[in-house]
């Protein structure tokens, strides 16, 4: 348990849904701008050399059929016209001198308001286009010839310095322009369904989950979410929530469970101590010596049980370092067989032993303890008349401490139980035997802290053996 976390939500905190249409429309209008300065880079730039192109192509064109408008010693002011009102349109502007440079027709003489208005949009158009915009006009001087290859006069062909566009290319441009934001607006519309339903399929199965777990919480552990998503870490999340429901539960059965056997092992104790002492207090039995003998059983059943309690609730807080020394297997376990001796023989039980002569860094006292633990269930759940055999070797790679006793055995489904606090198989048959289910589990914690572990065999009705290693 971690303390000082606080329990309260944090305010800031955004829901799925929030984030994830958040993010996938940063993504999308972050990748708009960028197509957007490719293609202002790369599409601008092919298209004005594009129109460049055929900027000059015109003026090619026209330069070419110059050479049409001085026939049979005159000026053809017709086709000068034509010319230049179509060159106009182009946005082209033409102006024809003789040889001794006298105007002979010039665009903005004839057509003067059609010139300045088309270049005047042009401008517009280009200031739109760019702004600072360059609006330099240039003119181009050329030679017109007669027939015979004389020279006759010369034309001036003008147009803006700059890429400029025309009213079509304009057009192309404007409807370029209109596409890419129409193709913008259904990406992010696009964008902003998908992560809907994206995060809707995240966020439903989510809250599902955190429902459940609020139903946990409250103290209902029996619920369980029958549920899967088609998401792999829900559907994780889903199952470890009702694995915790269920070792809740399971952890709430043990400790009613438990509050019923410490006070069922307090009171009978308790109560038996209490009625020999009233006896003795009224004066009606003699408090000989085998009375009182009675009376300190009871008083050591119920130190043992408290002592139970305390190691337990040492490991729990981890007040467990060990004190380790250097000890001889054999000679420990062969003092410990000698203390529980007599009570093997009360029930008519024999005690083996082979013990090879191994020592061992151990913690003494709580090395001991885990012995104490195996051997006394041992003597519990073996019927009169059986044997225990307890052998300590040593093979590659263990040193082992088999405990093996010809008792009443522990089903095959128990045998995974029994080393969690509080687990006892049969509670009926244990009523006699005394014991809370902590014995195994203080015996698995001791080993474990020495880097070792228990392994159990047991046969129903034939017998069961523990094994020590480490
Ligand atoms: P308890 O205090 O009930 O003996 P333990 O943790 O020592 O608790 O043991 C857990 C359960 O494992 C016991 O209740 C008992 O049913 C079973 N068990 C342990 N040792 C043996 C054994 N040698 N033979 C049969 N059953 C055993």
Not at 32 to 48: G, K, P
Request: hydrophobic residues 40%; glycine residues 6%; aromatic residues 10%.
């Amino acid at each position: 348990m971690e303390w000082g976390i606080s329990l309260g939500y944090n305010k800031r905190a955004k829901s799925i849904n929030i984030k994830i249409i958040r993010s996938f429309t940063i993504i999308i209008v972050l990748t708009i701008l960028i197509i957007r300065v490719f293609i202002n880079v790369s599409f601008e730039s092919a298209f004005e050399k594009y129109v460049d192109q055929s900027n000059k192509s015109e003026v090619n064109h026209l330069v070419f059929d110059l050479k049409h408008i001085y026939k049979d010693g005159d000026w053809d002011i017709r086709t000068i016209k034509a010319l230049g009102e179509d060159a106009i349109s182009k946005g082209i502007a033409l102006k024809v001198y003789d040889k001794d440079e006298k105007l002979v027709w010039s665009i903005f003489e004839d057509e003067k308001m059609l010139s300045n208005n088309i270049l005047k949009k042009i401008n517009d158009n280009m200031e739109k286009v760019e702004k600072g915009w360059n609006d330099k006009f240039k003119e181009y001087k050329g030679r017109i010839y007669d027939d015979n290859g004389k020279i006759v006069g010369y034309s001036y062909i003008g147009h803006y310095e700059s890429t400029y566009y025309m009213e079509n290319d304009m057009e192309f441009f404007n409807i370029m322009n209109k596409f890419m934001l129409f193709i913008a607006l259904i990406a992010i519309v696009g964008i902003v369904i998908i992560s809907l339903v994206i995060s809707k399929s995240i966020s439903s199965p989510i809250s599902k989950v955190s429902k459940m777990a609020k139903v946990i919480e409250s103290g209902n552990y029996k619920n369980k979410l029958e549920y899967t998503s088609n998401i792999k870490e829900v559907d994780e999340l889903i199952y470890s929530i009702n694995k915790l429901a269920d070792a809740l539960n399971d952890q709430e059965k043990l400790r009613k469970r438990l509050t019923t056997d410490i006070s069922h092992e307090l009171r009978t104790p308790l109560t038996s101590i209490k009625g020999h002492l009233d006896v003795i207090i009224a004066g009606i039995w003699e408090p000989t010596n085998e009375r009182l003998v009675s009376i300190s059983e009871e008083v050591l059943r119920i130190t043992k049980l408290v002592n139970d309690l305390t190691n337990l609730s040492k490991l729990d807080i981890g007040q467990d370092k060990l004190e380790i020394e250097n000890v001889n297997l054999a000679e420990l376990v062969k003092n410990i067989v000698y203390n529980y001796e007599i009570e093997a023989l009360d029930k008519n039980i024999n005690i083996d032993y082979e013990l090879k002569d191994i020592e061992i860094l151990i913690d003494k006292k709580k090395f001991s303890q885990a012995i104490v633990n195996l051997l006394t269930n041992a003597i519990k759940y073996t019927t009169d008349g059986g044997s225990i055999y307890i052998k300590t070797y040593k093979d590659e790679k263990y040193t082992n401490i088999s405990i093996r006793d010809t008792g009443i055995g522990i089903p095959k489904e128990d045998l995974k139980y029994i080393f969690e606090r509080f687990y006892r198989v049969d509670t009926s048959r244990n009523s006699e035997t005394g014991g809370i289910g902590v014995g195994l589990t203080i015996a698995k914690h001791v080993i474990e802290l020495h880097g070792g572990f228990i392994e159990v065999n047991s046969d129903i009705g034939k017998g069961t053996e523990f094994v020590i290693r480490i």
